[in-house]
């Protein structure tokens, strides 16, 4: 089956250090990697994505790259802001289905 | 704001009764889905409308679980006899359906269910 395993949180850090959330994914076809973002009191937000290998998704800051050598799509922020507290998750969907399977998320708590 | 809304925002039960959600997805979008989340845990596919066609069913859909798009606008989600384990956070998404699969799922705040 799919499925998908990101490191335990919670993972704190101070302002302006880098940031890695580790994400591996185990697949039966050749799946769109994303990772989401739920801030406090909020909805799930698409943060970015990527569709085959070696793409580089990205935005607000965040990257990630999808590897499929090492099934892996790792989140990573240079210098993180204490806005950017909140939880990720990291997901995937197989080509030619609609269900998106998720990880078990990440609590970030970036302190001042 | 024409994101995707969903009512109610929160609802509390007793254990046997029945319960009725809300989605109103994205105007223009054509794929609706139903997720479930428990605490700690990352979201769980339910369920996939194309237009009003129920497409996609997961076997976490037990037969207490229906839920219905009338028309492909809004849709439903209804529980019977509900149950302490069918307390969660029952998110909806929406997309415009895209060949290849590429498109993606936007999310409503959710509705947090507490089964007493």
């Known amino acids: 089956g799919n499925s998908v395993t990101q490191m335990e949180g919670p993972v704190t850090l101070s302002e302006e250090a880098f940031l890695t959330i580790n994400c591996t994914y185990t697949?039966?076809?050749?799946?769109?990697l994303f990772w989401y973002v739920q801030y406090p009191g909020e909805g799930l937000q698409l943060l970015l994505k990527?569709?085959?290998?070696?793409d580089k998704g990205s935005n607000k800051g965040f990257e990630a790259t999808y590897r499929k050598e090492t099934t892996s799509f790792h989140l990573e922020k240079g210098s993180v802001q204490v806005s950017d507290s909140a939880v990720y998750f990291c997901a995937l969907r197989i080509g030619g289905y609609q269900k998106v399977t998720f990880g078990t998320g990440t609590k970030l708590q970036v302190i001042p | 704001d024409t994101g995707v809304s969903q009512n109610p925002r929160h609802k509390i039960t007793k254990r046997g009764q029945n319960v009725t959600f809300r989605c109103d997805p994205i105007s223009e979008h054509n794929r609706l889905y139903w997720y479930r989340q428990t605490l700690g845990q990352g979201p769980e596919f339910l369920t996939y409308?194309?237009?009003?066609?129920?497409?996609?069913k997961s076997r976490l859909l037990s037969d207490r679980f229906s839920a219905e798009r009338p028309k492909g606008s809004f849709s439903t989600l209804e529980i019977q006899r509900t149950e302490q384990g069918d307390s969660a956070m029952y998110l909806c998404?929406?997309?415009?359906?895209?060949?290849?699969?590429?498109?993606?799922?936007?999310f409503g705040p959710g509705t947090r269910l507490t089964v007493l």
């Open positions: 990527a569709t085959k290998a070696d």
């Open positions: 998404a929406s997309s415009q359906g895209t060949s290849g699969g590429t498109d993606t799922q936007y």
């Open positions: 697949a039966t076809g050749y799946p769109s």
């Open positions: 409308f194309q237009n009003e066609a129920q497409l996609e």
